[in-house]
């Protein structure tokens, strides 16, 4: 199947995705920063640079894009066109946040995996119900935990 936009078009597309700062992260930052909890951004100490890290509980969160991490939930199909490089790109980008968790947890991180789907699309939950969820798993201590939209 060929792509129905031209190169040069598709190029432009693809530049504007964001890969910081995106509207997942800007609403979770907010919201941890207005319950008190001070953290670091895109944290340049380990390796991958965490979207949001909260030295003092020795935890990160990642949120994750549902295409881009390969998460198998509604928000993520196999491309039709350029299967090959799409396949390649992908995997590799699983197997490298799988490679990241472990490097996190062997230097005594803890990490918190949020999908995209969980604020978006008929799965989501309520900003509301997500934050706590952050809040809880912070207190917690779980080593690794993933939120989802629900099913």
């Known amino acids: 199947m060929t792509d129905v ?4 078009t598709r190029s432009r597309m693809m530049s504007g995705i964001q890969g910081k ?6 609403l979770i930052r907010s919201a941890l920063h207005r319950k008190g909890f001070r953290f670091r951004i895109h944290y340049n100490k380990l390796p991958g640079k965490p979207d949001i890290a909260l030295p003092k ?3 990160l969160i990642l949120i994750h894009g549902c ?3 390969g998460h198998h939930c509604h928000l993520f199909k196999w491309p039709k066109t350029n299967q090959d490089f ?4 992908i995997e590799g980008n699983i197997r490298r ?5 472990s490097e ?3 230097a005594g991180w803890r990490s918190l995996i949020i999908w995209e789907c969980t604020l978006k699309g008929p799965t989501r939950i309520t900003a509301t119900k997500l934050i706590d969820q952050v809040v809880n798993w912070i207190h917690r201590g779980d080593n690794l935990a993933e939120i989802s939209g629900e099913r």
């Open 5 to 8: 936009v031209d190169k040069a």
């Open 57 to 59: 509980h020795r935890a």
């Open 97 to 101: 946040d799988s490679e990241r968790r």
């Open 104 to 106: 996190y947890s062997e």
């Open 67 to 69: 295409f881009w991490h």
């Open 86 to 89: 799409w396949r390649k790109k």
């Open 21 to 26: 700062n995106t509207k997942p992260e800007l």
